[in-house]
């Protein structure tokens, strides 16, 4: 999918992310489809959040096991999100749902 046009919403699965390189391969594609490319670090992303690129700010991002990404994002995830947010984009995290564990009867 594309997101072209503002207000649109896009959706991150978190549990692929595990380093930079996942992530930017994620947004890249989430926004301009296969191989799509948003950007490989911070300030490229938020160039192309400035327009041209695919996505024209405001539109939402739904980031699905944020958990995991933060995780293995550590503090470079809140930077992610801090450029979104300056950027007028919505950050809405879905954290995984918590491990039940089995108990012995």
Same mark, same amino acid.
């Given at each position: ?7 649109r ?9 595990k ?14 489809g ?8 911070l300030?490229?992303?938020? @160039?192309? /959040?400035?327009?041209? %690129? ?11 096991? !944020?958990?995991?990404? =933060? ?6 995830? @809140?930077? /992610?999100?801090?450029? %979104?947010?300056?950027?007028k ?7 995984? !749902?918590?491990?039940? =564990?089995?108990?012995?009867?």
């Amino acid at each position: 999918m594309t997101l072209s046009a503002p207000g649109r919403f896009l959706q991150l699965q978190g549990s692929w992310i595990k380093d930079r390189q996942d992530f930017y391969l994620a947004i890249g594609e989430a926004i301009n489809g296969p191989r799509g490319y948003f950007g490989g670090d911070l300030d490229t992303m938020e @160039d192309c /959040l400035s327009g041209g %690129f695919g996505a024209q700010p405001p539109f939402t991002i739904v980031w699905d096991d !944020a958990d995991v990404s =933060r995780e293995h994002l550590g503090c470079y995830f @809140d930077k /992610l999100v801090e450029v %979104f947010i300056d950027n007028k984009v919505d950050v809405h995290h879905v954290n995984a !749902a918590p491990k039940v =564990r089995a108990t012995a009867t």
